[in-house]
């Protein structure tokens, strides 16, 4: 079955470490999206690419980097610089120009700090 | 003018009861407007969407309402039941561009 891919489902930082957080896809889609879920505040977007070694800042990118060097992957690095890392991140992805277009999330990591 | 206003952030009813989730935008170059349902701990999922060209679509028991004059579109669920208590997303976008989040309702439907 197609779909997205992330992992883990639950991550644990320590002060002043980077982590990486892994989505694949395997839709073919050429557009993926990160965001961030706190509770009452919606989705954020954190970085967005449309297309393979491409890729833009969203509204809260600072403390935040990724990469598109594959199409099926988009990985999210939470840099040390990133203040108040605790929340459910979400990996999108998507097809634009498609009849049904829309996005395809992936089921979450949850990112704590201790 | 890229914002989308959802409302209300919170909604409770008793089953089979019709709950209307509302959102407005200002920008006229939208095209697409896609409802989605979350689940605690889960990611998103598309339920409906809508294009501008008609003012309403029905997919079981869930129907957009859209008005382009007033820039504004809604979500009813008809027949609500406690297993639709999730939190819905309403967004927007030019065809292909990114998506326009709003700020979520949680929905309650009481049995």
């Known amino acids: 079955d197609g779909g997205i891919t992330q992992s883990p489902k639950y991550l644990f930082r320590k002060e002043g470490q980077n982590v990486t957080l892994s989505c694949e896809q395997n839709?073919?889609?050429?557009?993926m999206y990160w965001y961030r879920q706190d509770p009452g505040q919606g989705l954020r977007l954190i970085y967005y690419s449309q297309i393979v070694n491409d890729f833009q800042k969203g509204d809260i990118a600072e403390g935040y980097s990724v990469s598109r060097e594959k199409k099926e992957s988009f990985p999210l690095t939470v840099t040390s610089a990133q203040k108040n890392p605790t929340a459910f991140y979400l990996c999108a992805s998507s097809e634009p120009g498609q009849d049904n277009y829309g996005y395809t999330f992936g089921s979450g990591t949850r990112l704590t700090v201790v | 003018q890229q914002q989308v206003k959802q409302s209300p952030q919170s909604l409770i009813v008793q089953k089979g009861g019709i709950p209307i989730i509302n959102c407005a935008y200002e920008?006229?170059?939208?095209?697409?407007f896609p409802w989605y349902q979350q689940f605690p701990g889960k990611g998103p999922a598309l339920l409906i969407a809508i294009r501008p060209d008609v003012s309403e679509k029905k997919e079981g028991r869930f129907t957009i309402s859209f008005n382009k004059s007033a820039k504004q579109f809604s979500l009813h669920i008809m027949d609500s039941q406690p297993g639709d208590s999730a939190t819905y997303f309403c967004?927007?976008?030019?065809?292909?561009?990114?998506?326009?989040f709003g700020q979520g309702t949680e929905l309650s439907v009481k049995p």
């Open positions: 839709l073919n889609h050429d557009a």
């Open positions: 920008n006229t170059a939208f095209d697409y």
């Open positions: 967004a927007a976008s030019n065809w292909g561009g990114k998506l326009i």
